[in-house]
């Protein structure tokens, strides 16, 4: 259609002059946008109790009288699918979407992200005024978790290809945005949920179409500012290293190639394992400081812990992965895997019955998730390092079912470890310590696929680079 | 005749930057807000107790 011709890729293309410092904001305002997903737990306590409040009257806050939801209202177990489908739409569309993204270039990639996106809040606020729980599991579970998924890779390949010198820290900046959107998601959410609030209609509906159509905006901020450099296109005064780092490759790979070789599957498995260790202990973060820590920390303590947490979530996401460009994508997972291992097995030592020390235990969980953002975040120049730029935004994609498989893993080891020492009278506190000791594990098998990880064989490599193509390698 | 190369103005970088730094400063305000209570003292009820004379 002529009138979105303008997401065209050949259309989106840089002219000279441009400063590259525009993409980055643009690539944050997609992921600061579907971030949100994370804070999407704040709406369901008012789900779960929307029927009752409509009878009964006088919002969820100002009415003692409303403290269990009505037969009629949604269950929460019911409700904790909606993020969950949102998850595992997000590794599906991010896995089959990758190569038309690569053709179709990320300004007509994050258009489609802002629409699927929107739309799911759109189509879940009609599920809340019919009150029918299918409608939000389709909008926002599989159209918005499609529109996570295309947004979340629709930056990568673009962000490495304006940042040859620094593509680590390129693409941690926008992948902190993922992990900072909770942050503004949250806030706002609850913000118009107050806003809105009346006494019988706890402002839900309301709220879901305001929030799909400023995420809309937000995100189109993006679909306009981004451009694509020129073929050949590098920075000013910038050359390529004459002589690379071991790793990192002048060829390109094409993305269904990438899938067959072993380095694609090990840096599966690197991702994979970082990211169930990490779930480990975001999983548990609340109820290990106050049962490690017994009597001396409060609700409201542990809810801040919690917030800490996800600050050095974010941070690390930018941190480590601007270190990987100067000491090397290998040697940085090499960190977290190691220092990982120590930090995990010293973690329930710094508890009650141990050393006793609330700040070293706070210290260590922080250094810990920091790795774990930091390992999403350098995965992709690991990629770039391995297959080259031409499809990297597709291999990522495909490397992002790592994550919905530790998504699952992570939380099911962790309980189900909890629920058998529980179920063999270990003390609660003392429950951590194998939960703990397994993540060691897992950092190990982690540390092993990275320590194989040798360049990509010429067996490999895209052999006719006809530069300035649809497949373009810039 | 010199080519005309039109570059970015500074000033359009920066309004980028603020379009996302803002929202994203007001967020950090907001979990900084929660965070804080973890260096909050304990209640009372809650705080260890010392035995006197020790």
Sequence with gaps: ?474 | MVDQVKKTPAVLVLLAWLFVGLPWTWGVTQLWKNASKLFQSPPAATAPVTPAGK
């Design chain 1, 1 to 474: 259609m002529a009138a979105f011709s303008f997401l065209d890729r050949n259309r989106s293309i840089a002219g000279p002059g441009f400063s590259r410092w525009l993409v980055p904001p643009a690539a944050l305002s997609i992921h600061l946008a579907i971030g949100q997903a994370y804070a999407f737990s704040v709406f369901k306590k008012p789900l779960n109790y929307l029927v009752q409040v409509s009878v009964a009257g006088g919002g969820l806050k100002a009415l003692p009288g409303v403290d269990s939801p009505n037969v009629l209202d949604w269950k929460f177990t019911d409700l904790g699918w909606i993020f969950s489908l949102a998850i595992v739409f997000l590794g599906l569309s991010a896995a089959v979407f990758g190569k038309w993204l690569e053709r179709a270039g990320p300004r007509k990639a994050m258009f489609a992200s802002a629409v699927c996106f929107a739309s799911g809040f759109f189509i879940s606020a009609l599920g809340v005024q019919v009150h029918q729980l299918w409608l939000i599991y389709l909008g926002y579970g599989v159209i918005g978790g499609i529109g996570l998924g295309i947004g979340y890779i629709s930056p990568v390949s673009t962000l490495i290809k304006w940042f040859p010198d620094r593509p680590g820290m390129a693409t941690g900046m926008a992948i902190m945005g993922f992990g900072g959107g909770a942050l503004i998601g949250a806030p706002l959410a609850r913000n118009l949920m107050d806003y809105f609030r009346t006494n019988l209609d706890l402002g839900v509906e309301k709220t879901f179409l305001v929030m799909g159509a400023i995420y809309f905006v937000a995100m189109m901020f993006g679909v306009f500012t981004v451009r694509v450099p020129q073929p050949g296109w590098k920075p000013e005064g910038w050359v390529a290293p004459a002589k690379p780092k071991a790793l990192v490759t002048a060829h390109n790979v094409e993305v269904n190639a990438a899938f067959g070789t072993l380095q694609f599957w090990l840096l599966w498995i690197v991702l994979c394992m970082n990211v169930t260790a990490g779930i480990g202990i975001l999983e548990q973060a609340s109820p290990m400081i106050q049962e490690l820590f017994r009597g001396r920390i409060t609700a409201g303590a542990a809810a801040g812990f919690v917030a800490l947490l996800s600050l050095f979530n974010m941070g690390g996401r930018f941190i480590w992965s601007s270190v990987s460009d100067y000491i090397g994508r290998k040697n940085t997972y090499y960190i977290f895997f190691v220092l990982g291992a120590v930090l995990y097995y010293l973690a329930p030592r710094t508890g009650a019955s141990g050393l006793n020390s609330i700040p070293l235990f706070v210290a260590i969980s922080a250094v810990i998730v920091s790795m774990y953002g930091g390992g999403f975040a350098t995965v992709p120049a690991y990629l770039r390092d391995l297959f080259g730029t031409m499809e990297v935004g597709a291999i990522h994609g495909r490397l992002l079912t790592a994550w919905s498989v530790a998504g699952i893993c992570g939380p099911v080891l962790v309980n189900y470890i909890r629920e058998y020492e529980k179920n063999h009278g270990v003390p609660l506190a003392d429950s951590y310590s194998t939960v703990l000791y397994v993540m060691v594990g897992l950092l190990i098998v982690g540390l092993l696929a990275n320590a194989a990880v040798r360049p990509v064989s010429s067996e490999h490599w895209y052999k006719t680079e006809d530069v300035g193509q649809n497949v373009v390698a810039v």
